[in-house]
Nanobody, 119 residues
């Protein structure tokens, strides 16, 4: 079992920045990729960014490219999401998740952290 715990959410003004962290514990040795997702009220959950654990390669949703950056610290089993130039539409609960094998769904999820961007 793997436990994921997000932190770093909060209230920020539009144009501001936040850095989310996700700490993984437990059986983390078989991680293939880690991702950040978000879900706004009344909307479906959507992928924000993914990092492939071994290579460090990253992928982003079009709506965050150039503003958000995902990174990882393999030694600490942590993944981060640096969010800059935040917009009110970025308001959501942000979740980190873990994928074990290519092509499989993300199977472990954190409890989420609230990000609120005021205009």
């Amino acid at each position: 079992q793997v436990q994921l715990v997000e932190s770093g959410g909060g209230l920020v003004q539009a144009g501001g920045s936040l850095r989310l962290s996700c700490a993984a514990s437990g059986r983390t040795f078989s991680t293939y990729a880690m991702g950040w997702f978000r879900q706004a009220p009344g909307k479906e959950r959507e992928s924000v960014a993914t990092i492939y654990w071994s290579s460090g390669l990253t992928a982003y949703a079009a709506f965050v490219k150039g503003r958000f950056s995902i990174s990882r610290d393999k030694a600490k089993n942590q993944v981060y999401l640096q969010m800059n130039s935040l917009k009110p539409e970025d308001t959501a609960v942000y979740y980190c998740a873990r994928r074990v094998v290519p092509g499989a769904p993300f199977s472990s999820w954190g409890q989420g952290t609230q990000v609120t961007v005021s205009s």
